[in-house]
């Protein structure tokens, strides 16, 4: 009997030793939403300024071994560049958005005007329902704080720069703090070659990223120059920037290119014909050029993906978005290491094969991680 009540009482303590564990597990997950909410702009800034640090570090490298610069030279002029390169994207970003507002906003009413035609085929009632619905749907006010939203990329970008600056200030220190944080000099070894791996695979996803979304916009260059429209160049830029967000980003593009179509010329059919090239285009490098460039890249689960997509989208918008596959890359690696975490490694990758990026240790790692 007394053995039974201890059993009992031993039980009771377990489970409630679980609950708690739940429920402040469920309390520190609520209070991280709540700072990654609340910092937002400082933490995309900072996410930002992580990756274009960790570019940069790959080529300081390579130029430092290759070219033989010093390494103070190559960090100096890759700060440069990066600061003129953030504020010249900035600056065109800015610059596009302004002029597709004013664009559209000058062709609206002649696209007004057109609508009747292009919903003519859904018969009066559900014509005279989608005519009312576009009617109430303040296109221009949209457009606006559009315009509004993009100049916040100036603000943006001078802290990245600001955030750069110190982190290839404090790189040199950088090995000193991990291997006093592990307390073990091959512990910290293993610690930097992972942060090195994680730099490495979102590095070569993003190059090769870059290389096929400008494959992409020059192809829609090319096909709203020949149909002889406006803002070829704006649609282009739209395009090579939401071609990052995976899967949704190329259909995003696509709907906007047809619209901007529409509201410059009210034909319906060279929306139609633009639209459908704009479709194909995508289609075929979405799934050949993108999947054989990348498909070595990233072992990434595409429901990961999309479930990605939709947690960063919803905290942080469409810079969330941009930063999804970067920060499931990273967060699938380090589970990979931890064996408790390795499930989610698991759930993260392609095929069940968790990528913990050891196939990378005969690459020398950037100095300031192994160093």
Known sequence: MVKDRLEQGSGESVLRERLQTGFLGLIAF?????????????LISLAIAIILFSLTSDAIFAISSRLKVPNWLATTLALVGIALGLLWISTTIVAQVNE?????????????AALPSLTEWLGPEAQERVLTAL????ITGWIRSLAGQASNLLSGSVLVILFVG???????WFPVKIER????????????RIIASIMHRVNRYLI?????????????????????LELAGAVALLTFVLNFIPSVGS????????????????????????????TMVQFVIGNVLDPMLLGQTLRLSSFGIILSLAFWGAIWGIPGMFLAVPIMVALMIVCAHIPWLRPVAVMLSREGLPDDGSSDDEQAPPPSLVA
């Open 30 to 42: 609520g209070i991280a939403l709540f700072m990654l909410v609340q910092a937002r702009f400082l």
């Open 100 to 112: 597709v507002v004013v664009t559209a906003i000058a062709y609206a009413e002649q696209a007004q």
């Open 135 to 138: 009617g109430n749907f303040n």
């Open 166 to 172: 110190f982190m290839f200030a404090e790189q040199v």
């Open 181 to 192: 944080l592990t307390g073990d000099s091959d512990r910290s070894l293993h610690v930097r």
């Open 208 to 228: 090769v990223k870059a290389g096929v979304s400008a494959v992409t916009a020059a192809a829609v260059w090319f096909i709203f120059r020949m149909a002889g």
């Open 251 to 278: 259909i995003i593009a696509t709907v906007i290119a047809a619209v901007l179509v529409f509201v410059l010329s009210g034909d319906t059919t060279l929306t139609l014909l633009v639209g459908a090239a704009c």
